[in-house]
Nanobody, 116 residues
Framework: QVHLVESGGGLVQPGGSLTLSCAASGSIIGIYYMGWYRQAPGKQRELVAD???????TYADSVKGRFTISGDNAKKTVYLQMNGLKPDDTAVYFC??????????WGQGTQVTGSS
């Protein structure tokens, strides 16, 4: 059974930084997509950033220039470096991974709060 385990969330002052990590446990083969999504209270889940196996990345306009996604397929781990955090970045952040075989997995979420 595959589990995605996120870590690195927390409370940070505006302008601060956090790094989120997401590691897959269990037998997961053929990862081609890894991404971070977030969901704020009362809002729909939205894409923050993603990366494919060829290294292509996508970022939400709201985080461009502040967040950086990186992945290590061999370690089945994806990271999200977040700089210049704002109160609007406050949300539960979810990790998402997909495989060539049609499987998709979500993590349980980690809370990020940007507040003074």
């Amino acid at each position: 059974q595959v589990h995605l385990v996120e870590s690195g969330g927390g409370l940070v002052q505006p302008g601060g930084s956090l790094t989120l990590s997401c590691a897959a446990s269990g037998s997961i083969i053929g990862i081609y997509y890894m991404g971070w999504y977030r969901q704020a209270p009362g809002k729909q889940r939205e894409l923050v950033a993603d990366i494919t196996s060829d290294g292509s990345t996508t970022y939400a306009d709201s985080v461009k220039g502040r967040f950086t996604i990186s992945g290590d397929n061999a370690k089945k781990t994806v990271y999200l470096q977040m700089n210049g955090l704002k109160p609007d970045d406050t949300a539960v952040y979810f990790c998402h991974q997909r495989t060539h075989w049609g499987y998709a997995y979500w993590g349980q979420g980690t809370q990020v709060t940007g507040s003074s």
